[in-house]
C-alpha cells in the first residue's frame, strides 16, 4: 500500500515562504501537487518527474515556486516563495504510476495520478 504524507502547510503573510514536503512509501514515482480552495476545482500546480527530475509549473506559480526530490528519501518538496492570498487552498500531494512519456502528458490532471495525500492546508493572510 503506497501512503503519502504531507507536511509544512501552515499560515503566512502575503510575500513569505514556506515548504511543503510529501513523503512516500514503497517505490518511487513521478510525483505532482495539486491545490483546492474554498468553492473551486481542484488545481494542478507542479510536477516532477521521478526518473529524470523534470519539473512541469503551472503559469500561475512560475518564479515563485519550485518543486524538487530527494531520492535518497522518496521525499518531494515544494518550496513557495511570494505567496499571494489567492494561493490559499488545501495542498494536496500525488504519486503517478504511469510511464514517463505520458506522464509529459499527464502531469496537470488529476486522473494522471494513483496514489494522492491527505492535504496540507496553507492559508496566505493579506
Known amino acids: 500500500q503506497v501512503q503519502l504524507v504531507e507536511s509544512g502547510g501552515g499560515l503566512v503573510q502575503a510575500g513569505g515562504s514556506l515548504r511543503l514536503s510529501c513523503a512516500a512509501s514503497?517505490?518511487?514515482?513521478?510525483m505532482g501537487w495539486f491545490r483546492q480552495a474554498p468553492g473551486k476545482e481542484r488545481q494542478s500546480v507542479a510536477a516532477i518527474k521521478w526518473s529524470s527530475g523534470t519539473t512541469y509549473y503551472t503559469d500561475s506559480v512560475k518564479d515563485r515556486f519550485t518543486i524538487s526530490r530527494d531520492n535518497a528519501k522518496n521525499t518531494m518538496y515544494l518550496q513557495m516563495n511570494s505567496l499571494k492570498p489567492e494561493d490559499t487552498a488545501v495542498y494536496v500531494c500525488?504519486?503517478?504510476?504511469?510511464?514517463?512519456?505520458?506522464?509529459?502528458?499527464?502531469?496537470?490532471?488529476?486522473?494522471?495520478?494513483?496514489?494522492w495525500g491527505q492535504g496540507t492546508q496553507v492559508t496566505v493572510s493579506s
Open positions: 500525488a504519486a503517478s504510476s504511469t510511464t514517463s512519456s505520458y506522464f509529459s502528458i499527464l502531469w496537470d490532471k488529476a486522473n494522471g495520478y494513483d496514489y
Open positions: 514503497g517505490r518511487t514515482f513521478s
